[in-house]
């Protein structure tokens, strides 16, 4: 299935995709009503140090360690995509422990929120994707997945 | 401050309502125009560094940027000019030669501007290139003068080393070292796909584009950076660098600073050594000279490759011209005044030299009158900014052209004049690893691929339209031209009629 790849070859580090991620998911349609003067909660992030720097989202494990930790059975998996029922989650942060990518973080509510692919939102398609200027993010198909 | 300062040429607009302190435009602007300001919460801007390259700009995500000019003038004065006036404080702080880059800026006359191009009605039948053949290939080279017989009476079908290129456009010499890596990857790349050529300049060639040697034109320069054997064989062709159109008569300089790494490896010169082309080739001093140097570099590659002579147009260009025709050279490219330097004295950029349509005109008919125009190919340079300038051009007797700035900003180019800094926003004049991989080759070489298709679609129609199905038919023709608010000196140079004549 296809999945958002990063090709760090070409990442800038201008967090564009942050604010693409945190827009996208508002569920508002003005980017400015959305995150002017406001803390953001994006599901990607962007890691690295001055010479090389990547954006981190959710790798869709083939057998994702984050469901087989979850005490309160909110994460699932289905037509490849890892899902999160925020409506389960506690709030147990054992999935920010067990995740080796750091691809889980606490909204602004402080319920688990991950990538989704923006699958679940009126995007369409990865906003961290579409918005990227230099084709560092991309999503595609790819016959060895991870 | 005091004396010396200069109020900033522009100023940052940023609208508040719109701004979300996302730190964009701080991450992407390497002359560190923004930046954050944590007691205010808000963005501010030090718009005494911006040159205007509008890469804030473009990746601000809710627009709120605009980059304006600034409004504080000098008191109007028609002959000071603030700009003059600016200039003379610049140059009484430094004390040195100003130092500008890409084209010529001055309203000077664009004679594409005021040449009109024909189409057929009526008595003749235009030719729609979407249902009908219509070729745009075009082959640079000596051509034979007439058709040749062995002492057997059998055709003689041998014919002097060739380029083949898809359409009558080229990509112009930039080095390696005055633009990046990827800069030249997305040339080297966009021109194999198109089947035309792009050239090194003089900088050497990097050893991972060798692969795209068959679309590569070598240039050797009067530096002779990166010159050899390999090199030369290379190339599809071999361009000797006389002069440029944006500075005849000078050399170059690239600084220290860019001579690191890879460019130092690939120019053959030491890191941190300046790389000083001198202005004249130093065994070069007649056309003669230039015989022995043509000579020698087509000896070196066994005779398989056409070499090119390049030169700045200036005022003798004809005469020059019949010079190199007669040098053995195959092909000629003239560079208009107009052309686009790394980097230039503004006083040359903007006052030597001439218009590479006139230069090109009486090129052509000189050569023709002497009969030996067939001796070699014309590729015409300086500013060909559209399809119709590249149509205008063949009719004006060119056999191609040459194009840089229209691929820079294909590339990206915001064409701020000021690729010398070495701090290129959009990854192209420059050598900083952080800046270069802005420039994502799969994205530059697209984007050139597209340029390209979309004009050789343009000129396919433009052709079509005057019932010419072949740029073959095209070439020379001032038949299909006419001039607009030309005097009759300009269109005699021109060698076309007025409009309604």
């Known amino acids: 299935m296809k999945r958002v790849y990063v090709n760090e070859e070409w990442c800038l580090g201008c967090r564009l995709c942050e604010y693409n991620c945190a827009f996208a998911n508002s569920g508002l349609g003005d980017m400015v009503l959305a995150l002017k003067d406001r803390k953001i909660f994006p599901r990607i992030h962007v890691e690295g140090n ?18 087989k930790s979850c005490i309160a059975g909110a994460i699932s998996k289905a037509d490849g995509v890892v899902r999160i029922d925020r409506s389960k989650c506690v709030g147990c942060l054992t999935c920010v422990l067990v995740c ?37 993010i991309v999503y595609e198909e790819r016959s060895d997945p991870e | 401050m005091g004396i010396e300062f200069i109020y900033p040429e522009f100023e940052v607009v940023r609208d508040r309502d719109r701004c979300i302190a996302c730190r964009v435009c701080e991450r992407q602007c390497s002359n560190e125009v923004h930046s954050y300001s944590p007691v205010r919460g808000v963005m501010i801007s030090d718009e005494s560094k911006c040159v205007n390259c509008q890469r804030c700009v473009s990746l601000c995500p809710t627009r709120a940027l605009k980059i304006v000019k600034s409004n504080c003038r000098l008191r109007e004065n028609a002959n000071w000019q603030d700009e003059t006036v600016k200039e003379i404080y610049k140059q009484a702080n430094s004390g040195g030669v100003l130092l500008s880059s890409m084209g010529n800026p001055k309203p000077l006359p664009v004679y594409w501007d005021k040449i009109l191009i024909n189409a057929s009605q009526v008595t003749n039948p235009p030719i729609d290139p979407l249902r009908e053949p219509m070729e745009t290939k075009v082959f640079l080279g000596k051509k034979p003068s007439a058709v040749r017989r062995d002492s057997e009476g059998k055709l003689d079908f041998s014919i002097s080393p060739q380029i083949e290129l898809a359409m ?59 010159v050899h054997e390999d090199y030369l064989e290379a190339g599809a062709a071999i361009e000797i660098k006389m002069g440029q159109g944006a500075k005849p008569g000078i050399g170059g300089h690239l600084p220290g600073t860019k001579i690191v790494g890879d460019v130092s490896r690939t120019r053959m010169i030491p890191e941190g050594s300046d790389a000083i082309s001198p202005a004249p080739h130093h065994d070069i001093y007649s056309i003669e000279d230039l015989r ?94 559209s399809a119709s300038d590249v149509i205008k051009a063949v009719a004006l007797g060119a056999d191609a052209c040459y194009i840089a700035t229209a691929a820079l900003l294909a590339l990206g180019c915001h064409l701020c004049r000021t690729c010398q800094s070495g701090k290129c926003n959009w990854g192209i004049a420059t050598q900083r690893p952080d800046l270069v991989k802005r420039l994502n080759p799969d994205i530059g070489s697209e984007r050139l691929i597209n340029l390209m298709s979309a004009w050789r679609h343009e000129i396919m129609e433009i052709m079509g339209g005057m019932g010419i199905n072949s740029i073959e038919a095209l070439r020379g023709n001032r038949l299909m031209l006419r001039g607009v608010g030309l005097n009759e000196k300009e269109l005699g140079i021109l060698g076309i009629s007025h409009a309604g004549e």
């Open chain 2, 292 to 385: 022995q140097l043509v000579y020698s570099l087509k000896e070196a590659t066994e005779y398989k490759k056409p070499v090119i002579v390049k030169v700045a147009a200036v005022h003798n260009i004809a005469a020059i011209a019949s010079g190199i025709a007669r040098s053995g050279a195959d092909i000629i490219a003239i560079d208009g005044f107009r052309g686009g330097p790394g980097a230039a004295p503004p006083r040359l950029r903007d006052n030597v030299g001439i218009p590479i349509e006139l230069a090109l005109a009486s090129v052509d008919q000189r050569l023709r009158d002497e009969g030996i125009r067939n001796n070699v190919s014309l590729v015409a340079g300086g500013s060909i900014r």
């Open chain 1, 50 to 67: 001055d010479s090389i720097t990547f954006a981190v989202s959710c790798r869709h494990c083939t057998d994702p360690i984050c469901q």
């Open chain 2, 168 to 226: 009558p456009v080229m990509f112009s010499a930039m080095s390696y070292g005055s633009i990046s890596y990827n800069a030249h990857a997305s040339l080297a790349r966009a021109a194999t796909e198109l089947g035309i050529l792009y050239n090194t300049g003089e900088g050497g060639l990097h050893e991972d584009f060798y692969k795209y040697g068959s679309n590569t034109i070598v240039q050797v320069a009067s530096g002779r950076f990166g």
């Open chain 1, 100 to 136: 080796p990518y750091g691809a889980l973080s606490p909204g602004e509510d402080g319920i688990m929120q991950k990538c989704e692919l923006c699958l679940e939102n009126a995007c369409g398609a990865p906003a961290c994707v579409t918005g990227c200027p230099n084709k560092a």
